[in-house]
């Protein structure tokens, strides 16, 4: 599976922006795509993340209530919706991929289940 993440950039304070990760196959490769993120000096944290074949969705409290994550499954693309984004937000976003199926969804909190990860875009939140 061949991820592209795209819809990066820079906005202001209270700005939105919606980035958008094409998945190259997923029918029998892929149960749940995630998005994390990366700032500079810090570790990769879990975003949200959502099934392809169920309505399994999750969020980091971090941004619960201002990004949506949604699919289209026709397209193989996810998106986050990230709205009312704040200086804290600023980091290089990344899409992955598992197959991976869990009954428990705290597991798609870590990178570890992702098989499949995309390139990553950039995302600046200016104050």
């Known amino acids: 599976v061949q991820l592209q993440a795209s819809g990066g950039g820079l906005v202001q304070t209270g700005g939105s922006l919606r980035l958008s990760c094409v998945a190259s196959?997923?029918?029998?490769?892929?149960?749940?795509m995630g998005w994390f993120r990366q700032a500079p000096g810090k570790e990769r944290e879990f975003v949200a993340a959502?099934?392809?074949?169920?309505?399994?969705?999750y969020y980091a409290d971090s941004v619960k209530g201002r990004f949506t994550i949604s699919r289209d499954n026709a397209k193989n693309t996810v998106y986050v919706q990230m709205d009312s984004l704040k200086p804290e937000d600023t980091a290089v976003y990344y899409c992955?991929?598992?197959?991976?199926?869990?009954?428990?969804?705290?597991?798609?909190?870590?990178?570890?289940?992702?098989?499949?990860w995309g390139q990553g875009t950039l995302v600046t939140v200016s104050s």
């Open positions: 196959e997923r029918t029998f490769r892929s149960y749940v």
């Open positions: 959502i099934s392809w074949s169920d309505n399994r969705i």
């Open positions: 992955a991929s598992t197959p991976k199926k869990y009954v428990s969804g705290s597991f798609y909190y870590t990178p570890r289940p992702y098989d499949y």
